[in-house]
């Protein structure tokens, strides 16, 4: 009992004087406890040099020190740059060990022992080219310190009597061992974390796969199994439309999840790119209420209520809205799969100069025990008292952690186990002073559009893909060419002088990129669109580069796309 309090007053302390352990990087704390070492050995080391009646500039050297390193302490443990604080610090103490050298004996006093620890300190944090540059600058520092005191030995300050530099070299080593071990702890600290984390990484994985495997065969299955039951001449018309809402359902899941799958890639890749712009608020948020009203009447979830609640005066601000958006989806789909009965509620609100967005529910809850969890890569935590198998990968709630904390936000979860949930995030209030207007999307069929006397060429090498956007157009009355390959879109666009042209990116002999520019070269005013199955951030980009005007990424929704034809073929 006496230890487990102790465990938790040292562990309040560590969390004072380090930061809490979960919210603070390994790097942050580490150097945070050096530097707080590193003072408190300056004011112990100003007590010693008093006690022994050392000479005034050393007590001095080593005061002012003390007060030096807890100003860096303080902009380590609160600031933002930790990389230049780090290179203050090493600079400052390179100085400092240096000055001490000559007031405290030189090679006959402690302060090598400083030079070890500064050795084993730039060992640990620094990498590659800027830990070879720190290491040969300690190297010739101290080979220049010893060079100087054989020339000039009178530039050294020696002890008066042999007791004070026994005790001087005593305390030094006790010094060296105090701060030496708080390095190998925290190098033996981090090593443990690593490998059970690499450890708990390669156990998530492997159910992540298994669980990834069974993620995408149920939807597969769904999908191939209606289509052929679909291709039944006597199939009656109402299971021919609950066939087809199956289809579109599964095939939407599907999408949903490679979709998370390749922005958790793309996170980790560090492509990601956000897209800040003007965003109101309660205009998304209304979107999303009416978009999670129809999915709950679709689940056959009409018992349940969904409320929303926001500011009375709209709010706009600057970030991200596809990111945001995002976020709030994945969580209200949380809330929509986890509840059967009661209230789904959800909004935002202004607080100092943060937003809070919540999503709270009267789901299923969970246990204490895992909340800290359901925010890890790869976890599905599974209830043994609920006989439903809960679809999902266990990878929506972290990859809404990685986005928000790219918005620049925290997100948590606080939950009642069989009573609910409440997801909270915050992210930073950018106000927008300029007013901005907005205009809502209409949808429009194919069948009242009329762009008789247009042509559009299709540049796609897959039928199947051809073919679907051929019956997309159907009733447009848009006469249509299709290139199967890069060299044929050229010779057609040279020739027929289309209106527009649908542009796929990846084509044998030529690609779509390759032959965009070829086209710019004798036509600079077609409009082109770009159209491909790459969804990495990078490749609009290279798209618009190569002199694309638009970009639409497979698989195609058939509004979006004609919206897009609308806005260069009216």
């Not at 990389?83 to 060990?97: E, G, N």
């Not at 986005?403 to 927008?432: D, M």
Request: aromatic share 12%; net charge neutral; hydrophobic share 45%.
């Amino acid at each position: 009992m006496q230890f487990r309090k102790l465990k938790e007053t040292g562990q309040a302390i560590s969390n004072l004087l380090l930061g809490k352990y979960e919210e603070t990087e390994f790097d942050r704390r580490f150097f945070s406890a050096i530097v707080f070492i590193t003072f408190l050995v300056s004011i112990y080391a100003t007590v010693i040099n008093i006690i022994l009646k050392l000479n005034t500039p050393i007590t001095l050297s080593t005061g002012i020190s003390a007060m030096v390193f807890l100003g860096i302490y303080y902009a380590i443990r609160w600031g933002s740059d930790l990389d230049r604080t780090r290179i203050i610090a090493i600079i400052i103490a390179c100085v400092a060990f240096s000055m001490f050298w000559f007031f405290n004996a030189g090679s006959k006093g402690p302060v090598i022992f400083l030079f070890f620890v500064f050795f084993l300190y730039v060992l640990f944090v620094m990498k590659g080219k800027a830990l070879l540059l720190l290491l040969t600058l300690i190297a010739l520092n101290i080979t220049a310190l010893y060079v100087v005191e054989y020339y000039h030995p009178d530039w050294v300050t020696g002890y008066d009597t042999e007791f004070a530099r026994i005790f001087d070299l005593y305390f030094g080593t006790v010094m060296f061992f105090v701060v030496g071990g708080v390095i190998i702890f925290f190098a033996k600290l981090n090593y443990t974390r690593e490998k059970n984390k690499a450890e708990n990484s390669d156990r998530l994985k492997s159910s992540f796969l298994a669980n990834l495997s069974h993620e995408i065969r149920t939807p597969m299955n769904s999908i191939i199994g209606f289509s052929q039951l679909l291709q039944k001449q006597e199939l009656a018309k109402e299971k021919r439309e609950r066939y087809l809402k199956l289809l579109n359902e599964n095939s939407k899941y599907l999408l949903q999840l490679i979709e998370d799958i390749i922005d958790i890639s793309i996170i980790d890749s560090q492509q990601i790119k956000l897209a800040s712009k003007h965003t109101n608020l309660s205009m998304l948020l209304n979107k999303l209420y009416v978009n999670f009203r129809q999915v709950l009447d679709d689940m056959d979830k009409h018992q349940i209520k969904l409320s929303l609640e926001i500011p009375e005066e709209s709010l706009v601000t600057e970030t991200d809205e596809v990111r945001l958006e995002q976020v709030l989806r994945n969580i209200l789909f949380n809330s929509v799969k986890f509840t059967h009965r009661g209230e789904i509620k959800f909004g935002y609100r202004l607080i100092k100069d943060k937003l809070y967005f919540f999503v709270s529910d009267t789901g299923i809850g969970i246990k204490n025990k895992h909340l800290k969890e359901i925010f890890n890569r790869f976890m599905k935590i599974e209830d043994e008292n609920y006989r439903v198998v809960f679809r999902g990968a266990g990878i929506g709630l972290s990859l809404c952690k990685d986005l928000v904390r790219l918005l620049g936000g925290t997100i948590w979860a606080e939950s009642k186990y069989g009573e609910g949930s409440v997801f909270s995030f915050t992210i930073p209030y950018k106000e927008v002073k300029a007013t901005i207007s907005f205009h809502e999307t209409t949808k429009e069929s194919a069948s009242n559009l009329n762009w008789s006397g247009k042509m559009i060429l299709i540049a796609e090498d897959e039928e199947s893909n051809f073919e679907y956007l051929k019956e997309l157009l159907d009733g447009t009355k848009i006469r249509i060419e299709w290139a199967k390959n890069g060299n044929e879109a050229i010779e057609i666009t040279r020739v027929s002088k289309p209106d527009l042209i649908l542009m796929d990116i990846k084509m044998p002999n030529i690609n779509g990129l390759e032959a965009t520019r070829i086209i710019r070269g004798f036509n600079q005013a077609i409009p082109i669109i770009a159209q491909t199955a790459h969804a990495f951030e990078n490749d609009k980009q290279k798209c618009i580069e190569a002199g694309c005007n638009e970009y639409i990424c497979k698989p195609i929704d058939a509004t979006k796309a004609l919206d897009l034809l609308k806005k260069y073929l009216n």
